[in-house]
């Protein structure tokens, strides 16, 4: 099964902050993902909530989500 590219694109806007250590996704919806990331600095694990990329551009989407 091919990558899936939201989920390629979540990895990659979270782990290029350099905190995160995505583990695995949770889940996914129509807006957005659930990932389980590492959290770097305090060595914990987060679940964190990411819109998915295409809705960035618009503030009534993000203002919603």
């Known amino acids: ?4 590219p939201i989920e390629q694109q979540v990895r990659k806007m979270l782990e290029r ?15 957005g993902s659930v990932v389980l990331a590492r959290d770097k600095k305090l060595g914990v694990r987060r679940a964190i909530k990411v819109i998915n990329p295409q809705f960035m551009k618009s503030r ?6």
């Open 1 to 4: 099964m091919p990558p899936d």
């Open 17 to 31: 902050q350099g905190r995160f250590d995505v583990l695995k996704v949770l889940g996914k919806g129509a807006m």
């Open 60 to 65: 009534i989407i993000r203002t919603r989500f």
